[in-house]
T-cell receptor, first 113, second 112 residues
Framework: DTAVSQTPKYLVTQMGNDKSIKCEQNLGHDTMYWYKQDSKKFLKIMFSYNNKELIINETVPNRFSPKSPDKAHLNLHINSLELGDSAVYFC????????????FGSGTRLTVV | GENVEQHPSTLSVQEGDSAVIKCTYSDSASNYFPWYKQELGKRPQLIIDIRSNVGEKKDQRIAVTLNKTAKHFSLHITETQPEDSAVYFCAALGGGADGLTFGKGTHLIIQP
């Protein structure tokens, strides 16, 4: 009954590979997000998405693309992985018309070797 | 877009003492200010939040204050305990769907 779930929890892959991280929320929220947390613990938003719009942080390389098959899922696809992509990636969700805090997933630790 | 500054980056206090973490934000349209606690290897978890129509909110040993004029808000933890050791993040939410903007975090260390 986890509210926001991510898979996998750990992902180790070689440079140049393409990988995906899945995120699902069962809270009925209408907006989902991807955040990147680097080695210095800085949480930086990458994407936010609801039924109406996708907002992309302009600093995110176009190798990263969110894909939302339905309202409860927002998967993160990464092409041509680079060493600098190593980080913890957190999915989160919220209800846009209510001023509530976000609920985060448990995170995916991506290591590119 | 929104910019959130958080200080200090590391804070060490004796068990039982109080801890204060301060944040400033840049976007006067921001109207929601949550605080998250992140323990090592775990997800950020909401501990308290405040909306722009309120100046102060308290929940047991933690409290948050907001000064909209000065665009700053603070987290206060009283009677600190070892389990309070974690990284704390402040955040601000403006209008639209572009998400929470986080401060860079404060590593709070409670010394026994």
């Amino acid at each position: 009954d986890t509210a926001v779930s991510q898979t996998p929890k750990y992902l180790v892959t070689q440079m140049g590979n393409d990988k995906s991280i899945k995120c699902e929320q069962n809270l009925g929220h209408d907006t989902m997000y991807w955040y990147k947390q680097d080695s210095k613990k800085f949480l930086k938003i990458m994407f936010s998405y609801n039924n109406k719009e996708l907002i992309i942080n302009e600093t995110v390389p176009n190798r990263f693309s969110p894909k939302s098959p339905d309202k409860a899922h927002l998967n993160l696809h990464i092409n041509s992985l680079e060493l600098g992509d190593s980080a913890v990636y957190f999915c989160a969700s919220s209800q846009l018309d209510r001023v509530y805090g976000y609920t985060f997933g448990s995170g995916t630790r991506l290591t590119v070797v | 877009g929104e910019n959130v500054e958080q200080h200090p980056s590391t804070l060490s206090v004796q068990e039982g003492d109080s801890a204060v973490i301060k944040c400033t934000y840049s976007d006067s349209a921001s109207n929601y200010f949550p605080w998250y606690k992140q323990e090592l290897g775990k997800r950020p978890q909401l501990i308290i939040d405040i909306r722009s129509n309120v100046g102060e909110k308290k929940d047991q040993r933690i409290a948050v204050t907001l000064n909209k004029t000065a665009k700053h808000f603070s987290l206060h933890i009283t009677e600190t305990q070892p389990e309070d050791s974690a990284v704390y993040f402040c955040a601000a939410l403006g209008g639209g769907a572009d998400g929470l903007t986080f401060g860079k975090g404060t590593h709070l260390i409670i010394q026994p």
